[in-house]
């Protein structure tokens, strides 16, 4: 076996049995052929609703992709199976909840026909030997009564007799209608509609647990209004009831006596045969409409380079799937392409964001990359990572398989139900349900993000990932450095600088100073800062003409120190535009000192900077667009997703008790996880998420 590229790692290594799309080899995904080779069960086998769904967005996620243009792919459907026609009863139901009866009495009073059957009885019952009768006879003394000189005289004989035999083409046809085609279908239906109701539970509970701005994008996503999702789900609730009444009935029909004669036997046709009964019988007639309402394709054999196209296709389509997710979640953060393309290998996508440029690469491998100040956040699709019914043990196993440490920080992007997740998903030593940097030692290198089309909260656990991916380094950067073309500025000049008063009175400090060589700025400028720092200029610039003076040897700084302020001013004056509603904030905004930054939008009252960790005395990079402690129920892994969606960096305390106190991402501290307000907080003291 060939080496691959890991996906997950972005090395070459073996692929491994049991997985399937996790490496990539030669433009293609490889798939779990070693499990097929040792005969067993394989993880391209496992279906789901799911896939189901995603499987409904290959075209517009193709078309979009055909396209070229970014806009096209951040408005690209995302969503399956949110329609009307879904949610109410189908066409095909409505016939079978109107023809229910007529099964019904077939499986009660069904047509036999008239059969022979041999058997041994005793003589008195004997009407009609059996031709072997005599020879039987002969050969087994046991059925002998009595011996005469005329010969024996028989106790039991072989006899003829007439049965009523149900084993009949129309009534095989019923019983495969009720199981495995009503059975099955109707539990698919069903699973599908709980799905879906979960989801639009999920919008209702947003409306009274999570942030407005969170709220407003999911409504956004979902592509209707509040009053619409409360109509939907009623919808849902309606559709759902009946269909588990059909359900109910034809899972009792399945212990009717026709049924149990039968013992399953099946028509082995997929498409109706017109019989005299079917026609003429209005019972049969009526289970034959069902039957082709229900009615399934002619299937052929697929060959083996047909089954890995269509394998391969569906890793394709999940790739483009989460690039979707990503190219929306980058749009709802106003970064806009410039130019309107999307990603290739070759040429990367350069997108003008709120705090600075965003590039998004996109690798052969159909990994995507989020670019922002040199700092790279690979975002990897896994579509099978978990199985639909993963408990612990696998979540452990397959996730523990998984390298600990890659190219920078990673995202697994993976298929599969969030509710379920985030049953199965223990504590915080497996990260395997939220981006966020909330391990009890700090950030891990590898988290994991589960994602379905059939659920509207995906887009924003990928959003605070892209989130954290974007904005986090800009806010690391910051204060910006001011250099000139050659590098850094001589020592002379900072003095000159730091030591020239030009911050105005009254507002927080304007330049900053973590060393002898260095200076940054921490604030535009005001009109007043500007005219003092003009004067300085041109005063140095005068003096590198002059005849002594340390400014003569370092006239090209001087000359070019303008510009290099004017470019620090420029990327510091990005970070003061509100990540909430866009609104830029004015310097005097600008609070705290050194390189901790606060600004707190008057428009909106958002507030995003930096705190201080009080163990390691790392920073940590916020986002809080309120000041409350919206629904402090809320807890366990992911609460923040639930809650913030992506208008969060680093997490807020778990124990929802004191507002404005973070978990820190480098050592993994809590500022409260000893104090009394912290003692049940889930994530510190060890209890289950919920």
């Known amino acids: 076996m060939t080496r691959a590229v890991d996906r997950v790692s972005g090395a070459l290594s073996l692929p491994v049995g049991g997985w399937t799309g996790r490496w990539y080899d030669d433009g293609h995904h490889v798939l779990d052929t070693a499990s097929a080779a040792a005969g067993a069960h394989t993880r391209d086998d496992i279906t789901s609703d799911d896939l189901d769904a995603l499987a409904t967005l290959e075209k517009p996620l193709t078309d979009a992709c055909a396209s070229g243009m970014w806009t096209r792919l951040a408005s690209c459907q995302l969503l399956a199976s949110h329609d009307d026609e879904t949610l109410q009863l189908q066409q095909r139901e409505q016939v079978l909840k109107q023809h229910i009866g007529s099964i019904a009495r077939v499986c009660s009073r069904f047509i036999t026909r008239l059969g022979e059957r041999v058997e041994l009885l005793p003589v008195a019952r004997v009407k009609r030997p059996a031709r072997r009768a005599i020879d039987r006879l002969a050969g087994h003394t046991e059925d002998w009564a009595a011996r005469t000189l005329a010969g024996p005289i028989p106790r039991r004989a072989l006899a003829v007799t007439r049965i009523e035999d149900a084993d009949l083409y129309e009534n095989r046809m019923v019983v495969e209608l009720i199981h495995p085609i009503l059975d099955g279908d109707l539990r698919s239906r069903i699973n599908l509609l709980r799905r879906l109701k979960q989801d639009l539970a999920d919008l209702e509970r947003a409306r009274h647990e999570g942030t407005r701005l969170r709220l407003d994008r999911l409504y956004g996503f979902w592509g209707a209004e509040a009053i619409n999702a409360s109509n939907a789900t009623g919808q849902a609730t309606q559709t759902l009831r009946a269909l588990e009444e059909l359900l109910t009935r034809v899972q009792t029909l399945r212990g009717s006596e026709l049924a149990t004669l039968l013992r399953g036997r099946r028509t082995g046709q997929r498409s109706l045969r017109r019989t005299n009964v079917t026609d003429n019988d209005r019972h049969y007639h009526a289970a034959g409409i069902v039957w082709r309402e229900y009615e399934r394709p002619e299937t052929k054999r697929e060959s083996t380079d047909a089954r890995h196209k269509r394998l391969g296709a569906r890793h394709r389509i999940f790739d483009d799937y989460v690039m979707g997710l990503i190219a929306r979640s980058l749009d709802n953060l106003a970064c806009v392409p410039t130019p309107d393309q999307i990603p290739l290998p070759d040429q990367p996508a350069s997108l003008d964001g709120p705090w600075g440029p965003v590039i998004v690469h996109r690798e052969h491998t159909g990994v995507t990359i989020v670019e922002s100040a040199g700092v790279r956040t690979r975002f990897v699709p896994l579509l099978d990572l978990l199985s639909p019914d993963a408990d612990e043990s696998e979540v452990r196993e397959r996730w523990g398989s998984l390298p600990s440490t890659s190219e920078g920080q990673t995202v697994v992007v993976y298929l599969a139900s969030s509710e379920h997740v985030r049953g199965v998903v223990p504590d915080l030593s497996l990260p395997a349900l939220s981006s966020g940097p909330d391990g009890q030692h700090g950030r891990s290198a590898v988290v994991g993000v589960p994602v379905s089309p059939l659920e509207t909260t995906s887009l924003e ?4 990932a892209v989130s954290i991916a974007a904005l986090e380094p800009a806010l690391a950067a910051y204060p910006t450095d001011i250099r000139v073309r050659r590098g850094k500025l001589p020592r002379r000049l900072v003095d000159h600088l730091w030591g020239s008063k030009i911050a105005q ?21 005001t009109a007043i800062e500007q005219s003092r720092l003009e004067g300085v200029l041109d005063a140095l610039q005068q003096r590198t003409t002059a005849r002594r003076g340390w400014e003569r040897d370092i006239a090209t700084e001087i000359t070019q120190l303008r510009e290099a302020l004017e470019a620090a001013a420029k990327q510091v004056r990005r970070l003061l535009r509100c990540p909430g509603c866009g609104v830029a904030a004015g310097p005097e905004q600008v609070t705290r000192s050194s390189d901790i930054l606060s600004i707190t939008c008057r428009s909106c009252n958002f507030r995003w900077g930096h705190e201080r960790c009080g163990i390691c005395q790392a920073r940590i990079a916020i986002l809080e667009p309120t000041h409350d402690l919206p ?15 992506r208008d969060a960096l680093a997490s807020p305390c778990w124990a929802r008790t004191v507002p404005k106190r973070y978990v820190c991402p480098s050592c993994g501290a809590c500022p409260i996880s000893d104090h009394s307000e912290g003692k049940a907080c889930s994530r510190c003291h060890g209890a289950k998420g919920t």
Do not use: K, Y
Not at 637 to 644: A, L, T
């Open 461 to 464: 656990r990928v959003a605070r």
């Open 505 to 525: 009175d009254g507002l927080p400090p304007l330049l900053d100073r973590p060393d002898v060589d260095h200076i940054r700025l921490r604030r535009p400028l």
């Open 631 to 645: 629904s402090p129920e809320v807890s366990g892994i992911g609460w923040v997703e639930r809650i913030f969606g």
